[in-house]
T-cell receptor, first 112, second 106 residues
């Protein structure tokens, strides 16, 4: 099925551990985004990419890194996990003005 | 000041009522999205607008580019419409409003 695939769905990390959240889309979308959503709060942009090889910081980039080596994949890397990074993470993609935004199912991350 | 402001933040209504959720933005945009997030957390795109009005079933979305304002309307509301509705605007990046939590009581 076409769409945005985000893995894993759930993860528990210990403080100081690292992990990569995977995001892939098969719709040839050029724009991809990573957001975090804290309980009861809105979505905050971490990083975004307007195409392969191009990434840019959003509102809350500290503690995260991204890469966009292909159009399809946009992984989010957490280095030295901290409790403040406990959140639900969403990956999204869009293209132009012709279609809406597509979201992954979300990753619920807990740092203990 | 947030680039995207939604109102109201919370809305409770009775089944059958006409619902309006508003979104104002302060930046130049190429498109505006209305999204729905259910209690389970998944996010679904309802509409993408760059001008005028769109309708899908009981949902209607309008946008006024000059006034930098959009509205989402729900006619004949139903308890299954209970969700968080989110406005997002896009130039290069998608910027989200805080969301409107809608509860429709039977």
């Amino acid at each position: 099925n076409a769409g945005v695939t985000q893995t894993p769905k759930f993860r528990i990390l210990k403080i100081g551990q690292s992990m990569t959240l995977q995001c892939a889309q098969d719709m040839n979308h050029n724009y991809m985004y990573w957001y975090r959503q804290d309980p009861g709060m809105g979505l905050k942009l971490i990083y975004y990419s307007v195409g392969a090889g191009i990434t840019d910081k959003g509102e809350v980039p500290n503690g995260y890194n991204v890469s966009r080596s292909t159009t399809e994949d946009f992984p989010l890397r957490l280095e030295l996990a901290a409790p403040s990074q406990t959140s639900v993470y969403f990956c999204a993609s869009t293209i132009g003005n012709a279609v809406g935004a597509f979201f992954g199912q979300g990753t619920r991350l807990t740092v203990v | 000041k947030n680039e995207v402001e939604q109102s109201p933040q919370n809305l409770t209504a009775q089944e059958g009522e006409f619902i309006t959720i508003n979104c104002s933005y302060s930046v130049g945009i190429s498109a505006l999205h209305w999204l729905q997030q259910h209690p389970g957390g998944g996010i679904v795109s309802l509409f993408m607008l760059s001008s005028g009005k769109k309708k899908h079933g009981r949902l209607i979305a309008t946008i006024n580019i000059q006034e930098k304002h959009s509205s989402l309307h729900i006619t004949a509301s139903h308890p299954r419409d209970s969700a968080v509705y989110i406005c997002a605007v896009r130039d290069q990046k998608l910027v989200f409003g805080q969301g409107t939590r809608l509860t429709i009581n039977p």
